[in-house]
């Protein structure tokens, strides 16, 4: 259920920030995230299943990410909602977290050094970034272009520079789409029945 909940919410995400239902096929950032969570959903088969599968998925994840040029490797791990603006030389660290409803432009980089960065909920990271070592971003902060990020920085913070410093305090507020929790099966059904059947009223005034 993990992978078809954050899967949604990946889409949902992609869907209300303009992205049209072809960019789910052709959108190489598209096929990163879904090659991702197709990883971290195998990595927790049994044994048994689980080696032959992740086998079989891993030409896949190496064509995905050398055509997009993006090394985003199943073992690091990733709230739903991840949006790839752009895709094009950025990498994340195995060991890294990355919060929910979180946006990654071209060129950023996640490294470990001593530890990997933890990146909480709702941030932004713009073009060509690095993040460095064991340090903690907070939930709704934005990360400036080509920043070099070597320290914590403070929820709702924004951040530039090299190294990074505070430049403001509305960080990533106002910039991101913010995700959703997919909706019960149940609610699903029951609105595609309201979309689908006449309203009783409808049927009323028919007759």
């Known amino acids: 259920m993990e992978l078809i909940d954050h899967l949604w919410r990946d ?3 992609l869907a209300r920030a ?3 239902p072809i960019d789910v096929l052709v959108d190489p950032g598209t096929w990163v995230v879904f090659s991702y969570r197709l990883g971290r959903a195998l990595r927790r088969l049994p044994r ?3 080696v032959p599968a992740k086998c079989a998925h891993k030409p896949f ?3 995905v990410g050398t055509l997009a040029r993006v090394a985003l490797p199943p073992s690091a791990e990733v709230g739903g909602g991840l949006r790839i603006g752009r895709v094009g030389g950025i990498r994340v660290a195995p060991d890294a977290y990355i919060g929910r ?5 071209e060129g950023v980089t996640i490294a470990s050094a001593g530890g990997a960065p933890w990146i909480g909920d709702r941030v932004r990271i713009g073009p060509g970034a690095r993040l460095i070592g064991p340090i903690r971003v907070g939930n709704d902060a ?3 272009p080509n920043a070099v990020v070597e320290s914590d920085v403070p929820d709702g913070a924004t951040v530039a ?3 990074a410093r505070v430049v403001a305090g509305n960080g990533s507020r106002g910039l991101l789409v913010p995700g959703r929790k997919r ?4 609610d699903a059904l029951r609105g595609m029945v309201r979309r689908f059947l006449p309203r009783p009223t409808q049927l009323l005034l028919r007759d």
């Open 101 to 105: 409803d979180c946006d990654l432009a």
């Open 142 to 144: 934005a990360i400036g």
């Open 161 to 163: 520079g090299i190294p």
């Open 11 to 13: 889409i949902d995400r």
């Open 48 to 50: 048994l299943l689980g």
């Open 61 to 63: 994840e190496l064509v």
């Open 183 to 186: 909706p019960p099966l149940v």
């Open 18 to 20: 303009g992205g049209r």
